[in-house]
């Protein structure tokens, strides 16, 4: 079937460290791979995407990279700000469930100053 | 406003009632979406209309849940004789997209949700 593995959180960090979130995903076909974020408060909102292997999705100095071989699609920032205080979703569009977007089940992150 | 609005954002409900969610989605778009979050989950999918038309029901859990949108814009998520297991974030998200694989499928805006509490 298809699903969607993201690490479990909550994640805290300190300012300026280095964050990943893994993902991990299993479906036919290649789907297109989506992150998104919910900051406190707010909406679900896009924050990054790739649509075919070996695509790097960036934006707000976050990246994500679709390695066909692995089935990932890890989310890194080098250098976090406390405003990256979030829920962060790893979602694939898999075109054979009818192209639903798949979410995982979230990762809490939390930055300290 | 600019974003997709839903209404009540809370929602508290003694079991057995019936309740009404309404998505007001960004003016032109298309495709409209409602998910349900359950404390601590990722959304789960429900149903997808494109404009009036309702093409995926199949994350309904029960036919107790009903969804319409029938000028295809404003979108109405019902809910009749709840249970507790309902409590959860109803997440209403519309995309200018068509869902079939169109560039762009995928890019949603989510209004903040509406929180139904089943006691």
């Known amino acids: 079937g298809n699903s969607v593995t993201q690490m479990e959180g909550p994640v805290t960090l300190s300012e300026e460290a280095f964050l990943t979130i893994n993902c991990t995903y299993t479906?036919?076909?290649?789907?297109?791979l989506f992150w998104y974020v919910q900051y406190p408060g707010e909406g679900l909102q896009l924050l990054l995407k790739a649509t075919k292997a070996d695509d790097k999705g960036s934006n707000k100095g976050f990246e994500a990279t679709y390695r066909k071989e692995t089935t990932s699609f890890h989310l890194e920032k080098g250098s976090v700000q406390v405003s990256d205080s979030a829920v962060y979703f790893c979602?694939?569009?898999?075109?054979?469930?009818?192209?639903?977007?798949?979410f995982g089940g979230g990762t809490r992150v939390l930055v300290k100053p | 406003g600019a974003g997709v609005s839903q209404s009540p954002r809370y929602k508290v409900a003694k079991r057995g009632q019936d309740v009404a969610l309404r998505c007001d989605p960004i003016?032109?778009?298309?495709?409209l979406f409602w998910y349900q979050q359950a404390l601590g989950q990722g959304p789960e999918f429900l149903t997808y209309f494109q404009n009036e038309a309702q093409l995926d029901k199949s994350g309904l859990p029960s036919d107790r849940f009903f969804a319409e949108r029938p000028e295809g814009s404003v979108s109405t998520l019902k809910i009749q004789r709840t249970q507790q297991e309902d409590s959860a974030v109803y997440l209403c998200a519309s995309s200018f997209i068509r869902r079939e694989g169109l560039a762009g499928a995928g890019e949603l805006f989510f209004g903040e949700g509406s929180r139904l509490t089943v006691l």
């Open positions: 479906a036919t076909g290649y789907p297109s």
């Open positions: 979602a694939p569009l898999i075109k054979a469930a009818g192209n639903k977007l798949t």
């Open positions: 003016s032109g778009h298309v495709s």
